[in-house]
């Protein structure tokens, strides 16, 4: 897929359709300016007018529970204008195709589309077919990318563990069906991670996953070896074609995420799950509930790291003064009202 068209003629991000291909500042100006939105959720008013005047249209053609609402909060806490297509609803069931979809919202003056598709290249094709002013997020696309989630996984991170450097990480479990996984590791890579194990039965493992610059395991005694974090992934039964496990008794005894195999971790690792669990298939409710969870936090984070999103791809004309860009104007304002609390 071509990830030039993200950007734009300056080198500017224009829409957020995958992590691959990010630069590190790219990665870190967006999990920065995540962290100078965290204030606004713990205001009694919550909004900011970063993006008043803005309309949004959430799209989305599978389900969800924590993309799409974060997705809404974050918006609305920009002051955007948020419509929530009802895909089940639309004239989708018609027979409307996806492009005369975007094309009719277009026409109400849509500035931005979160597009979650079933089709790997679902948000690449609307990014390459809308005017240049329309900007599109990618929610989840197939078994391709899911970028925002690899963000809010990687701001998560940083805030519990610090320095990616330092980290040794392993994602464990459906690596092969799992666009949140590719986006993990596009991420995790671009930042540096001292070392990145993923741990699956070899069925669950991409062909030459190798060469993405992780290590391979296929015994949960050797991923978890010492790490720091640890990132379960969701069995994705819905787009398995074919037995991948041999039974999910199986699953669980060999890959399920115990109390005793956390233990193999370092004594302070963290847990992340981007939800939603299959509790006693890929983790055992002692773990997603224990004290090494951070998988709520993770949806807390989500809010802040897809305002800083949705900020930065509407932030105006590149080449603005630093003090009259939107969002260090913005990100320079939640400081300030921080510091006055204090
Ligand atoms: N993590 C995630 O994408 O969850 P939802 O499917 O509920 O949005």
């Not at 304002?333 to 921080?338: E, G, K, Q, W």
Request: charge should be positive; include cysteine.
């Amino acid at each position: 897929m071509n990830q030039g068209l993200q950007f734009d003629d300056t080198g500017r991000l224009r829409h957020l359709l995958t992590i691959e291909g990010l630069s590190r500042q790219t990665i870190l100006e967006i999990l920065d300016t995540a962290e100078s939105f965290i204030s606004v959720g713990q205001r009694e008013i919550k909004k900011i007018p970063l993006l008043r005047g803005k309309t949004v249209v959430n799209l989305f053609f599978e389900f969800s529970t924590r993309t799409r609402t974060t997705f809404e909060i974050a918006a609305k806490r920009l002051s955007a204008d948020v419509i929530n297509l009802s895909v089940g609803t639309s004239s989708t069931a018609k027979g409307e195709t996806l492009l005369d979809t975007i094309r009719n919202l277009e026409a109400m003056h849509t500035d931005l589309f979160v597009v979650r598709h079933g089709e790997s290249g679902a948000a690449h094709m609307i990014a390459r077919h809308v005017p240049p002013h329309v900007r599109i997020i990618n929610a989840g696309d197939g078994r391709h990318a899911h970028p925002t989630q690899g963000l809010l996984d990687m701001f998560t991170i940083r805030r519990h563990k610090g320095d990616f450097g330092k980290l040794k990480v392993a994602i464990v479990g459906d690596i092969l069906h799992s666009r949140v996984a590719r986006s993990q590791i596009h991420a995790l890579k671009a930042l540096g991670v001292d070392e990145l194990r993923v741990v699956a039965p070899k069925t669950l493992l991409p062909t030459a996953v190798e060469k993405l610059g992780v290590i391979p395991c296929s015994r949960m005694e050797d991923g978890l070896d010492g790490v720091d974090v640890v990132m379960m992934l969701r069995l994705q039964r819905e787009r398995m074609q074919g037995a991948h496990i041999p039974s999910e008794h199986e699953y669980f005894n060999l890959f399920g995420l115990t109390p005793v195999k956390l233990a193999l971790a370092a004594k302070d690792a963290i847990v992340l799950h981007p939800g939603p669990m299959n509790r006693g298939l890929e983790i055992d409710s002692a773990v997603a509930d224990g004290p090494q969870s951070v998988i709520l936090p993770q949806v807390t984070y989500g809010i802040a790291v897809r305002m800083a999103v949705m900020a930065l791809i509407m932030g105006g004309s590149p080449g603005r003064r630093e003090e009259t860009h939107p969002v260090a104007a913005s990100r320079a304002r939640a400081v300030v009202t921080t510091r006055k609390r204090k």
